[in-house]
């Protein structure tokens, strides 16, 4: 049972690693939550600056990863073109887009007066 949980734990970085190797998207998040994560140590952001940010990045590397998966499996299910694998993949990039917006939009209202 035990080792049954620990290896779950490591199905689940293997897929955050095929994601950082596999998609160039996470290198750019990859990029942009180290900036985000070095900005507000330098300005000394207090701890709900701290939350509101953390979700932030967990809301587009979550957004992330179920586009990948979408993906993949989409691939997998069906390799030719069809317009509703089309579809779905569109709507799961356009979900990691609304999750980029909103984290843009925390990053302005946490960083505005940190640096005004």
């Known amino acids: 049972?035990?080792?049954?949980?620990?290896?779950?734990?490591?199905?689940?970085?293997?897929?955050?690693?095929?994601?950082?190797?596999?998609?160039?998207?996470a290198w750019i998040h990859s990029v942009a939550s180290a900036l985000v994560v070095a900005?507000?140590?330098?300005?000394?952001?207090?701890?709900?600056?701290?939350?509101l940010l953390v979700g932030a990045i967990a809301l587009?590397?979550?957004a992330e990863a179920l586009n990948t998966a979408i993906e993949f499996l989409a691939d997998a299910a069906v390799p030719n073109h069809?317009?509703?694998?089309?579809?779905?993949?569109?709507?799961?990039?356009?979900?990691?887009l609304l999750a980029s917006i909103a984290a843009v939009?925390?990053?302005?209202?946490?960083?505005?007066?940190?640096?005004?």
């Open 105 to 116: 939009v925390i990053g302005v209202l946490v960083f505005a007066p940190l640096l005004g």
């Open 60 to 62: 587009v590397w979550v």
């Open 39 to 51: 900005a507000a140590w330098r300005l000394d952001a207090s701890v709900n600056d701290w939350a």
């Open 82 to 96: 069809h317009s509703l694998i089309k579809h779905a993949k569109d709507v799961a990039a356009g979900a990691v």
């Open 1 to 25: 049972m035990i080792r049954r949980r620990i290896a779950s734990f490591g199905y689940a970085f293997e897929g955050l690693a095929v994601m950082l190797r596999t998609q160039p998207n």
